[in-house]
């Protein structure tokens, strides 16, 4: 049995206090597990503060774990030599929320697109120029464009050009944090149609982070949910969208409102209380307990653990049960 | 929260809206011929993406826009039979707050760092009506009580930086409403808040709505938020108006293709959709609106005639639909509703 | 309320107008599915830089002044008829018996102790202090750079070992501390240009690195430089590549100002002895000349004097004026 493409066991990030007056560790993802396979898109949604961005800057070792193992096609790439390591980035690479930060001002889209083979080597120049142009016609971009600078293209197009980027290599996983989120409502679907377009011709895989649950079920074959540094559910999207058992994801899921009045009005909500606690200092046992109107003392004591208590997919909840969502 | 719409004389009465900028890269057509009536008590929904004016449109409400490089070149916003545009800054700051009140996106920016939440919302009271502080700041904590702050009468004396962004929102909603308003205008209130705290906001509103009868003028790029609170919808593209409807309407029936574009660009997590079908290309640049139907380059249906002539909006239906369209109820618009 | 609304709306304005923010594009054509690039309009932060600098007439004073200095050094020739070569009057146009005339038609600035042409003295002391000024700029940004980096981009400890030395250096008086450095270096007589190039340029990087080293804290947290670094770039390429050309500009705005300084600083420690030996046209050679004498022939003490002054001026106005239209926008 082939080892999945990207397997996380128990990622720790823990940021130590800042400077004078400091606060406290801020405990930003305190052990998950998650694993995708090749050809697959696992979608990873919480809200903010809830430790998925840093997640992704994690196992692109664009930050260093504070724990836990991040193992790409069975090698571990917190413990891999440098020089495993930059092979191992031609597999992976990243496209970013910001548009407007993700490229470099200076340089041109010919240049930023060029770069990643400048890099690695091994593409000969005139051999660069005709790559870059089929990738700027592969994200809907014309490459007579290819020689002005970023700040002449709109978000949209912007975030075309990241995606090219990410796409020079050929890379097997990429991770999208965020990559819609700053973009007009109409601009989203043409770049979510394009990941999914690119998916389906170079069978590569997706971890697909997001706040934004429509686009999230849009696009993924897997979920899991984070809440303050911990994954609370996963399973498959059916399952997570179908009959979540965690009471988070059930608030979650019924706070999204849907673009239709009549199913809007006919909705029974499940509205949360509070704000989420801060990450320096989580609750003991269970971290969402104190939004939870099902905890018990239990919960208070005893940190649940991701299993499957009969659902048919892993929850980290006590009380878990199946709801039919809407 | 869908209050019976009234037939009687509408509480705001906006024509002909024109507002342009003066830039150094040329004039930017910000909004055009905006026309509209709200009524007590109902939500409209100004629905638009970036560039559409909707942000715009209502900081004339409020006289906020800025005069110079701003200038309303035509139009009127009639409140209760006082005419708005052009009124002296004077008789704004009786206005602002009294009757009509704006909460924005972004609460860090309202909220003044250095001084006590209550002393802020008290603010209100105290340069509107005569009362004292100690008055000021007991009223502030009531205000808070009733837009959900727990502990409100302890809290009234933090600073704004102790607060979380759902509950600065509330903080705002305090504030805006302090005096009860007839109008509260909330630009995009919930686009930088978690969902859940979206839907704490939105339930609030709705709820102090209901109390107090104000109208609501939503601005928003969130076909969700609007399907759950509106009672009108009115999208606006480039600047101008392009449909104005009832909300159910809207969603069943959108008339003008650019909503019809939006209906299908929006992933929905209740229903399936198979695959996203955007709109092509994207929103115009401020400064140099295309020719004809600004919405023309990225149409379908478009042809010659929407090349060179702009729609007006047209009514439909039972006079309650308008669209801007030359296209709409043709075979092939109707073809592309959901 | 009232104040901050203001604000507030003032910025969401500005972001909507700003093509960069909306998610606008040039009109586009037909209704093809390629998205079409957005039309000219060029709008880069130095654009809009430069638009507020021409508009502004403290700009063009100051950029004349700088023109004026360098062309002196270019081109000295278009000043002064006589070429008398470096610093050097040939004795052409010296006469002993016309030493220290006031200005006249014949000579505008007068003539010097030797009754050389005053004029051509000065102008061709502008050569000296602008290659001084130039070389030690060089040396302070070169260094300065390569220590904002490592400060900047690996912070821990060698961010906490430079940033200790940039407070070491900065509690020397500058002066002092140049005064001492040129003494011990060399003699009155063995020193040179380069001597007081190396001094000067050694003690003026501090005031670089922290603003480079603040430039780089800021550039390297953005997701360009993330990007590069999920690329595989090696970390010198992304401080050469993407770094360096998005923080220098703070560096360079501060280098203008600084040119100006180390003109006068050269010509300050000149006076006191310890910059340019004795026989090197620089103006404070002949400022220190002329102090004894003023009483008789001011002449003497005020050209150099003013072209001193006019020319830091010019670069110091400069270097503020860019600081003003470009900071902002960098933000």
Redesign the interface.
């Known amino acids: 049995m082939t080892p999945p493409l990207l397997d996380v066991q128990g990622l720790v990030k823990h940021y130590p206090p800042e400077g004078f007056l400091g606060g406290g560790t801020v405990q930003a993802v305190s052990g998950i597990d998650l694993t995708i396979e090749a050809g697959q898109t696992h979608g990873l949604v919480g809200e903010s503060g809830c430790g998925k961005s840093t997640v992704a800057?994690t196992v692109?070792r664009?930050e260093k774990p504070t724990g836990g193992r991040a193992l790409f096609e069975g090698d571990d790439l917190f413990t891999m030599n440098r020089r495993r390591?930059?092979s191992v980035?031609?597999d992976?690479?990243?496209i970013?929320?910001?548009p407007?930060?993700?490229?470099?001002?200076?340089?041109t889209v010919r240049s930023i697109i060029e770069?990643?083979w400048k890099?690695?080597g091994g593409v000969g120049a005139s051999e660069r120029s005709d790559a870059g142009d089929e990738l700027l016609r592969k994200v809907?971009?014309?490459p007579e464009?290819a020689n002005?600078?970023p700040?002449?293209?709109?978000?949209?197009?912007r975030q075309?050009i990241?995606i090219a980027?990410a796409l020079a290599?050929n890379p097997k996983l990429i991770v999208c944090d965020e990559p819609v989120s700053a973009?007009?409502v109409s601009?989203q679907a043409?770049i979510v149609n394009l990941l999914q377009e690119i998916q389906e011709e170079r069978g590569l895989s997706y971890l697909f982070i997001a706040h934004d649950l429509a686009v999230v079920r849009h696009i993924s074959d897997v979920v899991s949910v984070m809440y303050l540094g911990k994954i609370v559910e996963t399973g498959t999207r059916d399952e997570i969208y179908g009959s979540p058992a965690h009471p988070y994801t059930k608030a979650l899921l019924s706070a999204v409102p849907e673009p239709d009045p009549i199913i809007e009005a006919s909705r029974s909500r499940t509205v949360l209380e509070g704000d989420v606690p801060s990450p320096v200092d989580p609750p003991s046992g269970c971290r969402f307990r104190t939004r939870c109107a099902h905890a018990t003392e239990v919960c208070a004591t005893e940190e649940p653990v991701l299993s499957d208590p009969g659902v048919g997919h892993m929850v980290a909840c006590h009380h878990a049960e199946v709801a039919v969502s809407l | 929260m869908s209050a019976p719409l009234r037939e009687d004389n509408p509480l705001l009465t906006v024509r002909d809206l024109t507002v342009r900028?003066d830039?150094?890269?040329g004039i930017?057509n910000?909004v055009s011929d905006l026309s509209y009536d709200l009524f007590a008590g109902e939500t409209l929904a100004i629905m638009g993406?970036?560039?559409s004016g909707k942000?715009?449109s209502a900081?004339a409400l409020m006289g906020?826009?800025?005069m110079p490089p701003?200038r309303i070149e035509k139009g009127s916003i009639s409140f209760v039979g006082q005419e708005l545009v052009g009124l002296e800054e004077n008789d704004w700051?009786n206005l602002?707050?009294e009757e009509i009140a704006?909460i924005?996106q972004?609460p860090l920016?309202?909220?003044?760092p250095v001084f006590p939440v209550g002393w802020?919302i008290g603010?209100?009271f105290r340069l509107h009506r005569t009362i004292g502080r100690r008055e000021a700041m007991r009223k502030a904590a009531e205000l808070m009580d009733r837009v959900g702050i727990p502990n409100a009468g302890k809290r009234a004396r933090q600073f704004p930086h102790q607060f979380s962004g759902g509950m600065r929102q509330r903080l705002m909603i305090a504030?805006a409403l302090a005096l009860e308003p007839k109008i509260l205008i909330a630009d995009e209130p919930t686009t930088a808040l978690d969902v859940t705290v979206q839907a704490q906001i939105m339930d609030l509103l709705a709820d102090l709505q209901r109390d107090t009868g104000m109208a609501l003028i939503l601005i928003t790029h969130d076909l969700g938020v609007v399907a759950s609170v509106a009672d009108r919808v009115l999208v606006m593209y480039a600047g101008r108006a392009v449909e104005t409807g009832r909300a159910g309407d809207f969603y069943a029936r959108p008339g003008h293709p650019y909503a019809q574009g939006l209906m299908g660009s929006v992933p929905r997590l209740l229903s399936d959709t198979d695959r996203l079908l955007p709109i092509?290309?994207?929103?115009?640049?401020?400064?140099?609106?295309?020719t004809g139907c600004s919405f023309h380059?990225?149409?379908?249906l478009?042809d010659d005639h929407c090349r060179t002539s702009r729609p007006d909006l047209t009514v439909y239906g039972d006079g309650s639909r308008q669209v801007a369209c030359f296209k709409a109820e043709t075979p092939a618009a109707l073809r592309n509703q959901p | 309320?009232?104040g901050?609304?203001?604000?507030?709306?003032?910025?969401?304005?500005t972001d909507?107008?700003a093509?960069?923010?909306?998610?606008?594009?040039?009109?586009?054509?037909?209704?093809?599915?390629?998205?079409?690039?957005?039309?000219?309009?060029?709008?880069?932060h130095l654009r809009d830089a430069w638009?507020l600098l021409r508009r502004r007439p403290i700009f063009w004073v100051a950029a004349f002044l700088i023109a004026v200095f360098v062309s002196m050094t270019i081109v000295p020739q278009l000043f002064t008829a006589i070429a008398p070569g470096e610093g050097n009057p040939s004795g052409e146009f010296c006469f002993l018996a016309d030493s220290r005339q006031g200005p006249s038609a014949d000579h505008w600035f007068g003539t010097d102790v030797q009754g050389c042409d005053y004029y051509t003295q000065v102008t061709y002391g502008a050569r000296i202090s602008l290659r001084v000024a130039l070389g030690a700029t060089a040396i302070t940004l070169t260094i300065g750079i390569l220590l904002g980096s490592l400060a900047g981009y690996y912070s821990g400890f060698i961010d906490t070992l430079i940033s200790r030395l940039i407070d070491g250096f900065l509690a020397l008086p500058y002066l002092v501390a140049a005064i001492i450095v040129l003494s011990v270096l060399a003699s009155n007589a063995g020193r040179n240009e380069w001597h007081v190039m190396a001094a000067i340029g050694a003690l003026g990087w501090p005031a670089v690195v922290r603003l480079y080293r603040a430039s780089v804290l800021q550039v390297k947290s953005?997701?360009?430089v993330?990007?590069?670094?999920?690329?595989?770039?090696?970390d010198a390429?992304i401080l050469a590549?993407?770094v360096l050309?998005?923080a220098l500009a703070p560096v360079l705005v501060e280098a203008t100002t600084g040119m100006g300084v180390v003109i006068s600083v050269e010509a300050t420690l000149t006076f006191f002895g310890v910059g340019l030996p004795l026989d090197s046209a620089s103006w404070g050679i002949m400022i220190a000349e002329a102090t004894g004498r003023f009483e008789n022939s001011p002449h003497l003490l005020l050209f150099p004097g003013a072209y001193l002054f006019f020319g830091t001026l010019g670069f110091i106005i400069m270097g503020e004026l860019l600081r003003e239209a470009l900071d902002p926008r960098l933000r």
């Open positions: 800057r692109m664009l390591m930059r980035r031609r992976m690479q990243i970013f929320q910001d407007f930060a993700s490229l470099n001002p200076r340089m770069e990643p890099i690695h809907g971009l014309s464009h002005r600078y700040h002449q293209f709109s978000g949209g197009q075309r990241g980027r290599l973009l007009d601009i043409q | 900028f830039t150094e890269d930017v910000a993406e970036s560039g942000s715009v900081q906020l826009v800025p701003g700051t602002r707050g704006m924005f972004d920016t309202s909220l003044n802020q603010e209100t504030m092509p290309g994207h929103p115009p640049s401020v400064v140099q609106l295309p380059p990225r149409c379908a478009a | 309320m009232r901050s609304t203001r604000v507030f709306v003032m910025t969401e304005l909507a107008l093509p960069e923010n909306a998610e606008g594009g040039g009109g586009g054509r037909g209704s093809s599915n390629v998205d079409l690039a957005t039309d000219d309009t060029k709008r880069t638009r953005l997701e360009y993330q990007a590069a670094k999920a690329l595989g770039a090696s390429r590549r993407h050309p998005n």
